[in-house]
């Protein structure tokens, strides 16, 4: 038998306005079959969580989006009778500019505090500094699966999945990995290519290709 598909996370962004955006935006990917869906607490204009500028709403607001994912979790439970995607809450207060002057990973762990309490199934603090922030925050919010963000050359140290693991940590993302490896391994051949040279040791044979891309499922 073929396996079980793997589980997949959304980034459900802020939930694309209020409340009831938020439920649509739940309700699109139950519907997709998102195992889970992420919602944040970034203003507009959004950013990427490790560059400077980014801010975030009032925490009233931020609880109040995740209240409405949860909610539409539970309803798309009770429509369609599926599991509801879970909800993965995420704060960027630390390092916003609402925080500049301190306190940002103060006002997280509150956040984080509340979004559990709120009924957010998965937490996710975005950009600690340091390890001991990352250990800190595991510790004084207890009773939730947390997600750490690994991002090479970003604000948060690169921590082994073990360590991870035993500071508290259950989910790991690597979202610029991937792309950036290829990105390099394309300008290795295209430089090979720009010489002359041959680059039959950089790319996989077309056997391998085909496979890997599922050729053959469609062929």
Not at 70 to 97: H, I, K, N
Not at 174 to 194: H, N, V
Request: negative net charge; hydrophobic residues 40%; contains cysteine.
């Amino acid at each position: 038998p073929p396996p079980p598909p793997l589980p997949c996370i959304a980034d459900g962004d802020t939930g694309h306005g209020g409340s009831e955006s938020v439920r649509r935006t739940v309700f699109s990917f139950g519907r997709a079959g998102m195992a889970a869906v992420m919602i944040e607490d970034q203003a507009s204009p959004k950013r990427c969580g490790h560059v400077d500028g980014k801010a975030v709403v009032p925490r009233d607001e931020a609880v109040e989006r995740v209240r409405a994912a949860v909610r539409a979790r539970d309803e798309f439970e009770q429509v369609t009778g599926l599991p509801g995607p879970r909800v993965l809450a995420r704060t960027d207060a630390r390092g916003s500019v609402d925080y500049e002057g301190g306190g940002g990973f103060e006002e997280a762990v509150k956040r984080t505090e509340a979004f559990r309490d709120a009924g957010a199934d998965m937490l996710f603090l975005e950009s600690p500094r340091t390890v001991e922030e990352m250990r800190a925050w595991c510790d004084q919010v207890p009773g939730v699966p947390k997600l750490y963000n690994s991002l090479e050359g970003g604000k948060t140290p690169i921590v082994a999945p073990e360590t991870l693991a035993e500071i508290g940590f259950s989910l790991a993302a690597y979202p610029l990995t991937m792309l950036s490896a290829g990105a390099k391994a394309q300008e290795r051949a295209l430089d090979r290519i720009a010489g002359g040279e041959d680059v039959n040791d950089l790319v996989l044979g077309f056997e391998d290709l085909k496979e890997k891309v599922g050729f053959g499922e469609v062929m």
